[in-house]
């Protein structure tokens, strides 16, 4: 190993360690903030010109980012998550029923946005709802968290990692194909984690009675409202049609700052800036290490143990995925193995198992998903989760989705 090498991993190790970990004392940064050190460092240390650090940049996932949360910043502005989340609350009779009823529209939103979007905007909406009906907290933060996860499989646009997957699996993937495989699993995977959580606290929830709200409806901006999701559904319609995702996400929320007729320093103000420098900056770390031909070693030594036809390679994808998800984080770990995927017999069915190992991972532990950690922090003033309290569901939620799940997508091919 020269030491241009020796750079490129010990820069790397050190910038998971920031971003994996809680913030240090003595170095107390963000995980952007920890993935631009890095950035700076690959390329003060020689392990990449500036040249090199700009192109390994994917600008199309961010391109991809920017533009659902555009739209999902518009429908916030309308007062439309309000409103879904203040309707599953006054529809639901009883405590069961509102925790199904949160699962599952944090489930569908989350197919359909970004589902780290989803918890930043229905979190404070919950926890102030579930407050004022003397509702116990723990169940429903989960419902939500772990639903997000969850829902967010079934499309290339309801996450971060599925992004990334459909730009870089572009050549096996349509956004078609990819759903008609994949929304099953969400479907039955939204079931699998009712039926835990209810059965988990089924002596709180049956203990529980729901405190009716006298408030009146919130106000929506239903011209908006309409206007966003017509424009949502064309960007749809797009994606089926084999459009760039990118660039139709981005004329989407484009077309929508035209014709909302609203100050767009309102909506620029709810895009997540700190999640897409984290991700540009995580680009160049990436590029960094694969430079150093130590992510293809690591490939070359385990590469037997996947075996010769789809369903072993299949099985044995997920669980390596899960594993890596959860010791480095999904979206880097889908950025450094997402290249081993042409060796594959079937590269179409790996991308797919891929999207849903590491999806599903994110539910193994508290800090498996950035989505969790919104839900958690967003709730701490009002409810602690500790890192077991989460774990004793996600562990079993985590085993079987993904056992399900499996079975499902090589019974459809």
């Not at 639903?147 to 967010?152: L, T, V």
């Not at 099985?315 to 998800?325: C, K, T, Y």
């Not at 508290?366 to 989760?385: M, T, W």
């Amino acid at each position: 190993m020269n030491h241009k090498e020796l750079w490129a991993v010990l820069i790397f190790s050190f910038t998971y360690l920031l971003i994996s970990g809680r913030r240090l004392k003595i170095l107390p940064l963000n995980r952007p903030a920890a993935a631009l050190l890095g950035t700076v460092l690959m390329v003060a240390t020689g392990v990449l010109t500036p040249e090199q650090a700009y192109r390994a940049v994917d600008y199309d996932t961010l391109v991809l980012l920017l533009g659902m949360m555009l739209i999902s910043a518009y429908l916030c502005l309308a007062g439309f998550f309000d409103w879904a989340a203040d309707w599953v609350l006054r529809v639901g009779r009883t405590p069961e029923r509102l925790l199904l009823y949160l699962i599952l529209t944090s489930g569908v939103l989350s197919a359909l946005l970004v589902n780290d979007t989803v918890c930043l905007m229905l979190t404070p909406l919950v926890v102030t709802v579930m407050v004022r009906g003397r509702l116990p907290l723990p169940p429903y933060l989960l419902g939500l968290a772990m639903s997000a996860n969850i829902g967010s499989v079934g499309t290339l646009v309801g996450n971060p990692q599925n992004m990334i997957i459909g730009h870089l699996g572009k050549e096996h993937l349509t956004f078609a194909n990819f759903s008609a495989s994949l929304l099953p699993v969400a479907a039955v995977g939204l079931g699998i984690q009712y039926a835990v959580l209810r059965l988990g606290f089924r002596k709180l929830l049956a203990g529980a009675v729901i405190h009716r709200d006298d408030a009146p409806p919130r106000t929506l901006d239903r011209r908006l409202i309409a206007v966003s999701f017509a424009v949502l559904a064309l960007v749809f319609v797009g994606f089926l049609c084999g459009l760039r995702l990118a660039w139709t996400a981005l004329a989407g929320g484009a077309l929508v700052m035209v014709l909302a007729r609203r100050d767009t320093h309102e909506v620029l103000k709810l895009v997540d800036w700190h999640l897409l420098v984290f991700f540009a900056a995580l680009f160049v770390v990436v590029e960094g290490l694969n430079g150093t031909g130590l992510p293809d070693q690591v490939y070359g030594q385990v590469r037997s143990v996947f075996g010769t036809t789809a369903a072993s390679q299949a099985w044995n994808l997920a669980w390596f995925s899960a594993l890596g998800s959860n010791i480095f984080s999904n979206v880097p770990f889908v950025l450094v193995a997402g290249k081993w995927i042409a060796g594959f017999t079937r590269p179409d069915l790996m991308w797919k198992v891929m999207a849903l190992a590491t999806t599903f991972a994110g539910n193994l532990t508290l800090l498996g998903s950035v989505a969790n950690l919104i839900v958690v922090e967003s709730a701490r003033r009002h409810c602690e989760v500790g890192f077991w309290d989460y774990a004793k569901f996600g562990i079993p939620v985590t085993l079987l989705t993904a056992l399900a799940g499996m079975a499902i997508l090589l019974a459809l091919g």
